[in-house]
């Protein structure tokens, strides 16, 4: 067994973030022997009813074989774990977070390739039959779930053959024997294709796992991005440092150097095993069980006392996919405003509260021309990295803050007219298991552009907004601590003007 103290050139991973957290206060140890079937995600969704939870660390866990420990709600509602996870100020609001991720996010950083013998992750080689995936502790979340799922904060990679681009992304894998486990991928998904282009060529497809991952690399396999780039590079961008890789034995794909455990199998075409269900973000079970693809293992490599993270869907705020998705959607869909050329966007915000981002955006605008409502309604709607789901949108002008939901509900009161600034859009893309669709109707959903915006056609004509002067904001401003108010001076940015 390699020592779990190999040196590599960077320390960064999962258990230094993990170190980091601790001393934010931002971490939960449970040192009480847990059952991984439905008590360990109890616990994770009851502790995490209000945003900013901790994440749970579960040392003792019930016929656990493997000396493994399990991570939930690694990310979910807090800012401050993504602002750490990506090299940010964990005390930045979330809208400056969302700049700030613009500014990281467009960033692509290739990988290092390290020799094996300084990655921590293959401390333990198993080979063949030497393999038995249920001694390691896969949880079962909800009572009605199909089984248990090892996979659910992992990142799986498939190398596309033809491009030679590695794309990594987050597919459930549900345990269905020692060396058999599920693959749940989206149809259409780079992931899926990458398979396809390898079951056209005749042969198995091989496949590589990563569980217990640096943040960075898990945010970065949860986003879209085109299919000419690689997810380990979008995560070097996140992180600013390159992902550390050593090769792999049976195939051309990388294992990420620091991972707590990687497994390396091939998808053979046709082979299948019943599926799911599985609880979802969206609070419902996701269908009925199903035929998925397999992944037969072939080597396990892990660490000592592997760290695996296990990723909760459930309503909001004990969801996995929370503030981090949230921010990093918000970010992307303004990346592509700016692509299009669309002026006058101030903000951008998708609330983790709406499914885990995938119901409610809303874009600040400054309005420039007749029409521009209009044109950044469906642009934004139809744009790349919302056509998924998103099913309200909303403008609303730049002195409203889109990620503060009071401002929000006031725009919309006060400026929106339903009978007239309401467009549905129809036959738009949704999800296999939308719980507001029939299922004959799934995946085709609809989206509703609200305009909450001043209308500009009567801007001169309006009655002027009460606002104060920008004199007097700043001196009670620099007397704030004299007259004895808690907390920080609210940020003001519009003043009355004369």
């Not at 509602?77 to 964990?90: H, I, M, N």
């Not at 089984?147 to 030679?164: A, Q």
């Amino acid at each position: 067994m390699l020592p779990d103290t190999a040196s590599a050139p960077s320390p960064r991973d999962l258990r230094s973030w993990l170190d980091l957290v601790e001393r934010h206060g931002g971490l939960a140890r449970i040192g009480a022997e847990v059952d991984p079937v439905e008590e360990l995600s109890a616990i994770t969704f009851l502790g995490s009813r209000q945003p900013g939870a901790p994440a749970f660390l579960f040392d003792r866990l019930k016929g656990n074989g493997m000396g493994a420990r399990v991570l939930s709600n690694m990310l979910a509602a807090s800012k401050e774990r993504y602002a750490l996870a990506v090299g940010l100020d964990p005390a930045l609001p979330v809208r400056e977070l969302v700049a700030q991720t613009r500014r990281i996010g467009s960033r692509r950083i290739a990988p290092l390739d390290v020799p094996a013998a300084v990655a921590p992750v293959r401390g333990t080689t198993l080979a063949g039959e030497d393999i038995d995936l249920s001694r390691f502790p896969a949880p079962k979340f909800w009572p009605a779930d199909g089984g248990r799922y090892l996979g659910t904060g992992n990142v799986t990679f498939i190398r596309n053959p033809d491009t030679g681009v590695v794309n990594g992304g987050v597919y459930r894998q549900m345990l269905h024997g020692p060396r058999r486990l599920g693959l749940n991928m989206v149809p259409g998904r780079h992931g899926a294709q990458n398979c396809e282009a390898w079951w056209k060529r005749g042969l198995p497809c091989p496949v590589v796992t990563a569980y217990g991952v640096d943040p960075a690399m898990f945010i970065a396999a949860t986003q879209v991005y085109a299919h000419g780039e690689s997810e380990i590079d979008a995560a070097g961008g996140l992180a600013g440092e390159p992902m550390l890789v050593t090769a792999a034995d049976l195939s051309d794909l990388p294992l990420l150097a620091r991972a707590e455990m990687v497994i390396e199998g091939f998808i053979h075409q046709g082979d299948v095993e019943r599926e799911g269900p599985l609880g979802e973000f969206h609070g419902y079970y996701s269908g009925k069980s199903d035929l998925r693809a397999v992944i037969q293992v072939e080597r396990v490599h892990y660490r000592q006392n592997p760290i695996i993270t296990a990723a909760l869907m459930a309503t909001w705020p004990s969801c996995e996919i929370g503030e981090y998705h949230a921010i990093m959607r918000s970010a992307r869909v303004w990346d592509n405003l700016d692509a299009m050329g669309v002026p006058g966007i101030a903000g951008v915000y998708v609330y983790p509260a709406s499914a885990s981002a995938a119901g409610l955006m809303v874009v600040s605008m400054k309005q420039l021309y007749a029409g521009h409502v209009a044109q950044v309604l469906a642009l934004a709607a139809q744009c790349p990295a919302a056509a998924y789901v998103i099913r309200w949108i909303v403008a609303v002008d730049d002195d409203v803050d889109p990620t503060n939901i009071g401002e929000v509900m006031w725009a919309m009161s006060v400026h929106s007219n339903p009978a007239d600034d309401i467009d549905i859009l129809r036959k738009t893309w949704s999800y296999r298991t939308d719980p507001s669709l029939a299922p004959d109707a799934r995946p085709y959903g609809s989206k509703a552009l609200i305009d909450a915006c001043l209308p500009h056609r009567y801007r001169a004509t309006q009655s002027k907004r009460a606002r104060l002067s920008r004199a007097t904001y700043e001196r009670v401003a620099a007397r704030w601590s004299e007259l004895g108010l808690p907390g920080t001076v609210p940020p003001v940015t519009h003043f009355h003007e004369d």
